[in-house]
């Protein structure tokens, strides 16, 4: 079993920044890759970027140049700085773990809101 926890969410103006974080605990061995997706309200849950254990990172074309996603391996965190934001980025925030076997985990989200 795994654990995730977000954080880091909150309310920031367009143009404002913020940052997640994700640590996975409990049973973290062969961990694959890492990321975040993400669900407006009446929308469904899209990818917003990967990570895999080696760094290769792929991103939403939404989220191109302005997110950056990383992550660091000894402490089994993922982070995503998103700097730039913009009202359509309002959403729900998820971070997973894919497993080598295939199975993932989920956390319980945090909400970002953009707004002035």
């Known amino acids: 079993q795994v654990q995730l926890v977000e954080s880091g969410g909150g309310l920031v103006q367009p143009g404002g920044s913020l940052r997640l974080s994700c640590p996975a605990t409990?049973?973290?061995?062969?961990?694959?890759?890492m990321g975040w997706y993400r669900q407006a309200p009446g929308k469904e849950r899209e990818l917003v970027a990967g990570?895999?254990?080696?760094?290769?990172?792929n991103y939403a074309d939404s989220v191109k140049g302005r997110f950056t996603i990383s992550r660091d391996n000894a402490k089994n965190t993922v982070y995503l700085q998103m700097n730039m934001v913009k009202p359509e980025d309002t959403a729900v925030y998820y971070c997973?773990?894919?497993?080598?076997?295939?199975?993932?985990?989920w956390g319980q989200g945090t909400q970002v809101t953009v707004s002035s």
């Open positions: 997973y773990v894919l497993y080598t076997t295939g199975d993932d985990y």
């Open positions: 990570i895999s254990r080696r760094g290769d990172t």
């Open positions: 409990g049973t973290v061995f062969n961990v694959n890759r």
